[in-house]
């Protein structure tokens, strides 16, 4: 629930590669159904990039399930389809010259080497400091029954016939997560939920099947009705109080409460022409509120978007605000602007606690060490303030005139 109620474009992708699947395992009308999986396949990896490690597993159980007679005529229609659209979008990025790397363009290579191959390495599982760690105690700490009986439904089904491409696809999944120098974001849990979904009670009806095939009736209704009622019994005790706990945390309290807060603040305080560096979670917000679109910059966009770093010659200095979120204090090192931006600012309000605080930071124009010594001059000038006022006979406070060793006592 915690991913699902949470805007990714994996959230979106997830349908199109499950009706991929489904229609995958059609036995009748083959044609028709494995265009349609091919289409939808298609559409799931031009919403999000990482499906393409699940296209392969689509041909797989188009292939094993095509019938003889027409799976040379149906399997070339499917790759068709899919090549089509795969065509059709390389040539939509080469008529807009954004198809290869260059200095002064995005290009859909890099989209994909970003999304597959490039991103800063998550660390190790082994390093409790490490981005992975963070990101898969997340996971287990969200359902550690889940993630413990897909392992083993993973494992199982990896020899069962039935199971064996979804089973390869969730390990796929999980090599990514384990691979030395990779890059896991939070909602690659995702992708992997259906396939848990799917294999644990697929897993679990062919283990009764296998033993409802003993010979013994006697044998036959031990062998089910103990190890099911331990199993159950089992997962009550360790699920039931786990998933309550989540589930009350889940629908009771406002996540986005942080974004909210920090959106009314800057209606309320910041001038609509400044210029802030934001998440990508309220840029539609804040451009609704009133603020003009080249003053509202997706940080991304800061250092890789040539019409954006055209509109701000000065890199950081051309900004006013940064609004900081949890992913854009734990962004790759490749955005100077924005990492100079933040090193440059100071913290003006903050709502939230934790990866889920969301900062507004002015930007200080002169530098931070520049702020922190004005900031350091105009405190030392509010005490000195301060403290005179602290002796002044003509000042009260609450009705009491202050006192000092030089002056007399107030009336």
Known sequence: MQFHRTVYLDNIAVPWILLA??????????????????????????????????????????????????????????????????????????????????ADRVSLWDGIAFQLLDRDASGSLTDPDSLVRATTDVWVDLDPVLLVASAVAMLVGLFLRRTRPYAAALLLLVVMIVRPGGYVPVPHMIGMLPLMALLVPVVVWAGVRTVRRSRSEAVRRGAILLPTAALALTGVVLAVPQWTSQLRGQLIPDFNAPFTQAQDWIETNVPTDYRLLVDDVMWVDLVEAGFPRENVVWYYKADTDMEVIAQSPNGWLDHDYVVTTDSMRTFPSSFPRVREAIDNSTVVATFGEGDRAVEIRRVRSGGIAAADASDGAAASQRANLGAQLAVNPNVTFDGVAPTSADSPPGP
């Open 21 to 102: 699947f489904v229609l995958a395992t059609v036995k009748h009308r083959q044609l028709a159904a494995f265009l349609g999986a091919a289409a939808a396949a298609g559409v799931a990896v031009l919403t999000k990039e990482t499906f393409l490690l699940m296209v392969p597993f689509v041909a797989w159980v188009m292939i094993r399930g095509a019938a003889p007679s027409t799976r040379r005529y149906t399997l070339t229609a499917a790759g068709a389809v899919l090549s089509l659209i795969g065509i059709g979008y390389i040539l939509f990025a080469l008529l807009k010259g954004e198809l290869t790397p260059g």
